[in-house]
C-alpha cells in the first residue's frame, strides 16, 4: 500500500475529484473515487459535488461494508469495497461517466486492440461488463469479471472504472481509457479499424511494463540508436 498520512490523503483525494470535472471526464456529482487506507478506504460521500467537498467529508469506510460519519458513502461502494479487497495490486479505484467511454458502454461494446495504447490498461482489450443496476452486489460482480487481468473497463449502459497505486495514476488512467474511446468512436465511422494481434500486443506490454520500472524498452528495432552518452 501506498504511504500517505491522513490529511495529505484526503487532500489529495479531492484535488483528485475536482480535476476529474476539470479535465471533462466527469459532470456534476457522478463519479466517484476511494483509496486504500490502514483502517479499510476512503471513499467520496454520495450527492457532493466537488466543488463543494472538503477533505473531512471523504467517508471513512470498512471491508465490512460499516462506515464512521455523518455523510453516507457513494452508492457504489460495493464495487470499490470489492475491486480493493480483491486487487492487492491497486490502492485507488475510480469511476467517472465519461463521454466517449460511456458511448460505447451504452452498446456495450469492448475496446479491441485497434491502437497499441490499449494495452496501458493491461491487456489486448478494455472489456466492457454486463450491466446490471447501479449500487447493487451484482454490478460489483460484473465489474470484477471485466477487470479480471485489467486496470480498467467499461460498464455497460454506465460509465468507466480506472485502477492505480494512486489517484494521479488512477486518474491518468481514466484520462487514456477516454481518449481510446473518442479515437475509437471516430474510428468507426470509417467502418471496423484492423486489430493489431495478440503477439503484437503481448510486445507492446511488455515494453510497457519495462518503461514503468523505469527501463527503456530493449526489444529488437527499439531504442537500438538512442545511447547514453559517455
Known sequence: MTTYDETTLRNEMVATCRRMNETGI????????SVRNPKGFLITPTSLPYDRMQPDNLVQMYFD??????????????????????RTD???????????ATTLAVHHKTIPSFHYMTGVAGGTTIRCARYATFGTQALSDAALEALEGRLACLLGQHGQISLGKTPAK???????????????VQALTLGEPPILSDEEMARVITQMKNMSYGQAPDLEGVNDTARKRA
Open 170 to 184: 488512477a486518474l491518468a488512467l481514466a484520462v487514456e481509457v477516454e481518449t481510446l474511446s473518442r479515437l475509437y
Open 65 to 86: 461494508g460499516s462506515f464512521e460519519g455523518e455523510l453516507r458513502p457513494s452508492s457504489e461502494w460495493r464495487f470499490h469495497r470489492d475491486i480493493l479487497q480483491k
Open 26 to 33: 466527469n459532470q456534476g456529482t457522478a463519479g466517484n473515487l
Open 90 to 100: 491497486i490502492d485507488c479505484v475510480l469511476h467517472c461517466h465519461s463521454v466517449y
